[in-house]
């Protein structure tokens, strides 16, 4: 295993721009994105030179906006620290905007581009052409505008509370409840979320045509017929086609639909309901409490380094250089934003994990995630250039759903009784199962949405309600809870701020579990190949980075079946 020591990370010297520059006007930029634009190159170290210094200048700017949201999102209720991050995508962002398009057309007109050697240059010259392609002037205040409206889901879902026992706590908080064995408080706690999620359904449709529209305009702009085929060419999904899209949400229907639909027909019986209703779906169908592993954001974050440090040391040395500095916001209070992240931080080169724990299983396996693809931020952060570390999502996610996989071996620092350790694998390897079929339908949900541009809020409820049917197994009872059903896409915050980055998680997941298979084969081996994949940030195709851990990027319906496969013979053995 490895024996790696990290120290407490400083970011390197900076050579284009002063040490504590402050970034409170564009006029303090100014004069450093113009020498950039006018630089002479004469030389390959010239062109060399240019090159870590546009990545310098890069990491700055990402760093200071990645600060403003994530205070932005630890409390939502700051007008000021929303004035704050508002103040960047409005002001700064578009103003960089030319100077990045420019700086890509310099760096390609450059004599000494052919003699820049290693494949690395090759995966960021293919970003390069593919941003000039897309590149439109009249685009850039179309996208200060989408960052601004999208800034709004945030505020909306942050300010979501309810009264429960006297008390007001955050969703989060309140879906506690809806593990418990009583099934009359259940339906109440479930009703009363229900009820306060519908009072924001009118904002949060009117917030998403405004982005729909928005969205549709830059598409436009830019020679596309739809921002879904836009969208595609801009997340640089080289390695695979809209068809590849299709076939995915084919094998999940084929493959994964009918094993979700058995755990229905299973759980329905095992708690001899009539019906099984929305608010029944997490609970122990033995009657058993919720699962419990910590009780407070520093017992999670105590046991989860001593989980990563057992899988291997350096991952508990991330783990642990984050919380000595500071980088982590773990547990759920009113106005914070919700959901969960790792920011990539890439001039220090440590990230910040925000999420909103209440001490659930959930909860145990966000942490495990975001500290997964924090793990990826350490081993990438000593590449030559940002973007080398600007990871697509199929690579960024692997990192996190396999670490969510290998570290289930270590869940005993969690759980001292064996009945519940069981339980919470077995939660974990039917809940990756779960998970699947929503990716395939908020995936094809939004191929919809983003193709048929111009269409109604009843043509939208039905493709909804038509695409969710398809995937959900047919066995949960929603009858009294209609309006819930057909808005509960407004709960996927994907939807409304990173369009189209879902199916990520999708592919991702099939990919950690052949990680995982790899692990259960050869722990050692598996750990060695998974972060030799993740070293490599974003310097080689998808499909070689997943070869390089030691698995395939494929989601064909035979793959699909034999990891498929794989997991019941795990969840076999749990029984």
């Known amino acids: 295993?490895?024996?790696?020591?990290?120290?407490?990370?400083?970011?390197?010297?900076?050579?284009?721009?002063?040490?504590?520059?402050?970034?409170?006007?564009?006029?303090?930029?100014?004069?450093?994105?113009?020498?950039?634009?006018?630089?002479?190159?004469?030389?390959?170290?010239?062109?060399?030179?240019?090159?870590?210094?546009?990545?310098?200048?890069?990491?700055?700017?990402?760093?200071?906006?990645?600060?403003?949201?994530?205070?932005?999102?630890?409390?939502?209720?700051?007008?000021?620290?929303?004035?704050?991050?508002?103040?960047?995508?409005?002001?700064?962002?578009p103003k960089t905007a030319p100077y990045e398009d420019a700086y890509n057309k310099k760096f390609l007109q450059s004599s000494y581009v052919d003699l820049l050697e290693g494949q690395e240059f090759e995966i960021y010259q293919r970003g390069i052409k593919k941003a000039i392609e897309l590149f439109r002037e009249e685009n850039i205040s179309l996208f200060a505008d989408i960052a601004k409206e999208s800034q709004k889901y945030g505020s909306i879902s942050g300010g979501q509370t309810v009264e429960l026992d006297g008390q007001i706590v955050t969703m989060q908080q309140a879906a506690k409840e809806l593990k418990g064995a009583d099934r009359t408080r259940r339906k109440m706690v479930f009703e009363l979320m229900i009820a306060r999620r519908l009072k924001d359904v009118a904002a949060l449709d009117t917030l998403f045509n405004s982005l729909l529209e928005l969205r549709h305009k830059v598409a436009v702009n830019a020679n596309?017929?739809?921002?879904?085929?836009?969208?595609?060419?801009?997340?640089?999904?080289?390695?695979?086609?809209?068809?590849?899209?299709?076939?995915?949400?084919?094998?999940?229907?084929?493959?994964?639909?009918?094993?979700?639909?058995?755990?229905?027909?299973?759980?329905?019986?095992?708690?001899?309901?009539?019906?099984?209703?929305?608010?029944?779906?997490?609970?122990?169908?033995?009657?058993?409490?919720?699962?419990?592993?910590?009780?407070?954001?520093?017992?999670?974050l105590d046991k989860s380094i001593k989980v990563f440090y057992q899988i291997d040391p350096y991952f508990g040395e991330c783990l642990e250089t984050m919380r000595e500095m500071g980088h982590l916001d773990l547990v759920s209070k009113k106005g914070k934003s919700p959901g969960g992240y790792n920011y990539p931080l890439y001039e220090v080169g440590v990230p910040f994990i925000f999420m909103n724990a209440v001490g659930t299983q959930r909860d145990l396996i966000t942490m495990i995630h975001e500290g997964g693809h924090a793990v990826h931020s350490f081993l990438s952060r000593e590449l030559k250039l940002t973007a080398f570390k600007s990871l697509p999502s199929e690579v960024a996610e692997l990192a996190s759903m396999s670490m969510e996989l290998i570290s289930m071996d270590y869940w005993a620092v969690f759980y001292a009784d064996e009945t519940e350790l069981k339980?919470?694998?077995?939660?974990?390897?039917?809940?990756?199962?779960?998970?699947?079929?929503?990716?395939?339908?908020?995936?094809?949900?939004?191929?919809?949405?983003?193709?048929?541009?111009?269409?109604?809020?009843?043509?939208?409820?039905?493709?909804?309600?038509?695409?969710?049917?398809?995937?959900?197994?047919?066995?949960?009872?929603?009858?009294?809870?209609?309006?819930?059903?057909?808005?509960?896409?407004?709960?996927?915050?994907?939807?409304?701020?990173?369009?189209?980055?879902?199916?990520?998680?999708?592919?991702?997941?099939?990919?950690?579990?052949?990680?995982?298979?790899?692990?259960?084969n050869n722990p050692q081996k598996a750990i060695e190949q998974y972060m030799a994949a993740l070293k490599l940030g974003f310097t080689k195709s998808i499909p070689e980075i997943y070869a390089a851990a030691g698995i395939k990027f494929d989601f064909s319906r035979e793959y699909v079946k034999e990891l498929a496969d794989f997991v019941k013979m795990e969840l076999r053995k749990l029984n």
Not at 265 to 279: D, M, W
Not at 442 to 454: L, R
Not at 459 to 473: A, C, M, P, V
């Open 1 to 93: 295993m490895s024996t790696i020591s990290i120290s407490i990370p400083t970011p390197s010297p900076r050579k284009l721009l002063p040490e504590q520059l402050k970034i409170t006007n564009w006029e303090v930029l100014y004069p450093y994105f113009e020498e950039l634009k006018d630089r002479k190159i004469n030389t390959l170290e010239d062109l060399k030179s240019w090159l870590l210094d546009r990545s310098e200048l890069e990491a700055v700017l990402e760093e200071d906006a990645g600060w403003r949201y994530i205070k932005m999102t630890i409390d939502t209720s700051n007008k000021q620290l929303a004035d704050s991050y508002a103040f960047f995508v409005s002001e700064i962002s």
């Open 224 to 300: 596309f017929d739809n921002f879904r085929d836009f969208k595609f060419e801009a997340m640089g999904r080289f390695d695979y086609s809209i068809q590849d899209c299709f076939n995915f949400h084919d094998s999940i229907a084929e493959e994964i639909v009918p094993i979700v639909t058995e755990f229905q027909k299973e759980k329905k019986a095992q708690l001899g309901y009539s019906e099984l209703k929305p608010y029944d779906l997490d609970i122990d169908p033995s009657g058993k409490p919720p699962l419990n592993p910590f009780k407070t954001g520093e017992e999670l």
């Open 423 to 520: 339980r919470a694998k077995k939660e974990q390897l039917e809940t990756l199962l779960k998970i699947l079929p929503w990716v395939a339908i908020v995936d094809k949900f939004q191929h919809w949405i983003y193709t048929n541009p111009n269409h109604t809020q009843e043509q939208r409820i039905d493709q909804w309600n038509s695409i969710n049917d398809s995937f959900s197994g047919g066995h949960i009872d929603w009858s009294g809870f209609e309006e819930a059903k057909s808005t509960s896409w407004h709960r996927q915050l994907h939807i409304f701020e990173v369009p189209f980055y879902y199916i990520e998680y999708g592919m991702a997941q099939l990919g950690a579990i052949a990680v995982w298979r790899n692990y259960k």
